[in-house]
T-cell receptor, first 115, second 115 residues
């Protein structure tokens, strides 16, 4: 399985932007970069995903390096509700085959948001 | 986003009994479903992947005779923990992915306590 590396924890202040980094140096050409987050005692929640170009949605932005070996999840204005564990995961498309079609979780980054 | 409903949210059972957990995709057809187990302060561990109408593919170290997975329709998958023991107590989470889609959607999880 393609691996990702994330910091164990990060801290932010409310209303400030947060940049969560992820390294994935062994990414293959068909791997999508996914981000999910998990609040305590809940199932993970989809945040955003991308392949090559930067992506924006109502929750966050995803900045992907030109060589695709790293990416950054950007929360533009952190709120207390954004405190969660954030997972960066590589996943292949349905027809790319191999184990990367599975969604395998690493340890993620625990984001703490200070009021 | 799409909705995945997991039932029950929590269950307490006696040692030696079996417990069934249901996972339903409410507004899309889930061609692939994933089952995870999560212990306190740990990440999600993938147990098995199931495609509709096919036998589940179990991860290494997961007993297929103990954790029975059925994915009989495009909207329903079940996980049955057979002859449960206290060490099976955990947070079980399902995830579903539709045809051609790349993101996955998660249920809210089931807290299983075996006494």
């Amino acid at each position: 399985d393609a691996k990702t590396t994330q910091p164990n924890s990060m801290e932010s202040n409310e209303e400030e932007p947060v940049h969560l980094p992820c390294n994935h140096s062994t990414i293959s050409g068909t791997d999508y970069i996914h981000w999910y987050r998990q609040l305590p005692s809940q199932g993970p929640e989809y945040v955003i995903h991308g392949l090559t170009s930067n992506v924006n949605n109502r929750m966050a932005s995803l900045a992907i390096a030109e060589d695709r070996k790293s990416s950054t999840l950007i929360l533009h204005r952190a709120t207390l509700r954004d405190a969660a564990v954030y997972y960066c995961i590589l996943m292949g498309g349905m027809y790319s085959g191999g184990s990367n079609y599975k969604l395998t979780f690493g340890k993620g980054t625990l984001l703490t948001v200070n009021p | 986003g799409a909705v995945v409903s997991q039932h029950p949210s929590w269950v307490i059972c006696k040692s030696g009994t079996s417990v069934k957990i249901e996972c339903r995709s409410l507004d899309f057809q889930a061609t692939t479903m994933f089952w995870y187990r999560q212990f306190p302060k740990q990440s999600l561990m993938l147990m098995a992947t199931s495609n509709e109408g096919s036998k589940a593919t179990y991860e290494q170290g997961v007993e297929k005779d103990k954790f029975l997975i059925n994915h009989a329709s495009l909207t329903l998958s079940t996980l049955t923990v057979t002859s449960a023991h206290p060490e099976d107590s955990s947070f079980y989470i399902c995830s579903a992915r539709g045809p051609g889609d790349t993101e996955a959607f998660f249920g809210q999880g089931t807290r299983l306590t075996v006494v």
